[in-house]
């Protein structure tokens, strides 16, 4: 499994890293080792994409001797989007809050999906600094 950190990995420096041949700074971790990788991640503040095989060594290897087996992000992790029980703190809401201006009409909404809690309300555009300070949210 690849976590790729939206900031550069060379603030964690307990991890392994990788950089050679590749854009982003990723951070190389055990599929079992994952969580505690993320709930370190988040808690330094990156956003993180998952990243994993999405074919077998041999199924690349058909393709020719020296193919590198496909990945691609398979999830993007931030602190508004976790949904794993350990990474939550119990007593403390994981809102994500979102805003849509429509031909004139506005609305906030925001939202706790590891409890499925949804609260929207329509809203104007000076009302929406005081409700964002309002809204206990992570995102």
Not at 23 to 31: E, F, M, Q, S, T
Not at 66 to 85: A, C, H, N, Q, Y
Not at 128 to 133: I, N, Q, T, V, Y
């Amino acid at each position: 499994m690849t976590l790729w950190p939206r900031l550069s990995a060379g603030h964690c420096p307990d991890q392994t890293r990788k950089t050679r041949r590749c854009r982003y700074p990723d951070v190389r971790c055990a599929h079992h080792a994952a969580e505690g990788y993320l709930l370190t991640l988040i808690r330094k503040g990156f956003r993180v994409g998952v990243c994993e095989q999405l074919e077998s060594p041999a199924e690349a290897k058909k393709r020719g001797s020296k193919s590198v087996v496909k990945r691609d992000v398979v999830r993007l992790v931030t602190p508004g989007t976790l949904t794993e029980d350990s990474l939550l703190e119990a007593r403390r809401h994981n809102f994500l809050a979102a805003f849509a201006d429509v031909r004139g009409q506005a609305a906030l909404a925001w939202v706790d999906i590891s409890t499925g809690v949804f609260h929207v309300m329509q809203i104007t555009r000076t009302r929406l600094g005081p409700e964002l300070a309002r809204c206990p949210r992570r995102n």
